[in-house]
Each structure stands twice: as C-alpha cells, then as structure tokens.
C-alpha cells in the first residue's frame, strides 16, 4: 500500500522502450485511457508505434500520438501494459490503470493505493 499526500497527483512510472521514469500524474477516473503525457515527452520517447484520435472535454477532437509501454504505481508491484499518449501540459492517469489497484480517495487530503 501506498499514500500520496500530494492530492489529486498519484506517483507513477512509465516505461516506453529503453526510457523509464517516475512522474506524478492527476488522477481522472473520467479518463477510461492509461497514461497521457505531457507533449515534452514525445522528443525522448522516439517515434510513436501508432496515432489515436481523442475526444477532449470540451468537445474537440485532435490526433495524438501513441507509445505501447507499461506504467506502474512508484511503490507498487503491479504493472499494467498499457497505450501511452502524449498531448497537452499535464500528465493524467486514467481508469485503465486505475481499475487494476483499490484506490480511495479521501476526501480531497490523500489518495491511497494498493495492489
């Protein structure tokens, strides 16, 4: 088990071909992907493996480019393969990963999260 007091951003790690590296992401449980990084990223990640089309929260939709990778919860054993996109300024985590760990959010102070 872990806690993060750093409320609503949960420690994870990413792993996309020979890049790994710990990044606090926000927790969006309306967010049914896996990972979003933020667009830095993309010179370090190398060419993506393919280009999904997203729908964003206000009704736009844009391409984006996507990495097959793992994430993990820093702390945590589980390791989720999951589809890695990079767009915009914040890294997110989404239900995808989220589904696979017993998270409680509590009341807006700390998220704990265990396998």
């Given amino acids: 088990m872990i806690e993060s007091r750093d409320y609503p951003f949960l420690p994870v790690q990413f792993s996309v071909r020979n890049l790994r590296e ?6 969006d449980t309306g967010f049914d992907g896996f990972l979003v990084l933020p667009e830095a990223y993309l010179p370090r990640l190398g060419p993506p493996d393919l280009a999904g ?3 964003l929260a ?3 939709t844009i391409e984006a480019p996507e990495f097959r990778g793992t994430v993990k919860i820093v702390g ?4 989720v393969q999951a589809q890695i996109t990079c767009f915009g300024l914040e890294a997110i985590v989404g239900r ?20």
């Fill in 58 to 60: 206000d009704g736009s």
């Fill in 76 to 79: 945590l054993e589980s390791l």
């Fill in 22 to 27: 710990d990044v606090p992401a926000l927790v």
């Fill in 96 to 115: 995808a990963v989220l589904d696979r760990f017993a998270i409680t959010l509590d009341h807006g102070h700390r998220i704990i999260a265990a396998d």
């Fill in 53 to 55: 089309n997203w729908v």
